[in-house]
């Protein structure tokens, strides 16, 4: 029981703490945050953009964390997959992107990652 909570609780209260103070900077940052319209009233407020970059980073911060998946060899593919997908997301929250574009770009990081071998084990 102690090791599995050191196996795998470590590394998410790591990443979520990390996600958690990524987020927290870049919102404070004028470049990470623009004004949107709430519902259609002339009150703005604050959207916070790169969310998905503090969870990328609360992800690889917890990797120290978690030895045995440094050497795993596909996570290269899920790396590499994965950077597409938040490169994407990073690509939309600055230039609005179609849906049809973030889905591509979307569909095309899970594709290097299957194509890599990873699988959910179903």
Do not use: C, N
């Amino acid at each position: 029981m102690t090791t599995s909570l050191l196996f795998y609780g470590l590394p998410f209260l790591v990443s979520f703490a990390v996600s958690l103070v990524s987020a927290s900077y870049l919102s404070r940052r004028p470049w990470a945050t623009r004004s949107r319209e709430s519902s259609g009233q002339s009150v703005k407020r604050k959207i916070t953009r790169l969310g998905g970059v503090a969870v990328l980073v609360g992800f690889l911060v917890a990797l120290a964390f978690h030895p045995s998946l440094v050497f795993f060899s596909a996570l290269i593919w899920v790396l590499v997959g994965g950077g597409l997908v938040a490169l994407t997301g990073i690509l939309d929250d600055f230039y609005d992107w179609p849906a049809w574009a973030q889905l591509t770009g979307q569909l095309i990081g899970s594709l290097v990652a299957i194509s890599g071998g990873i699988s959910l084990g179903l």
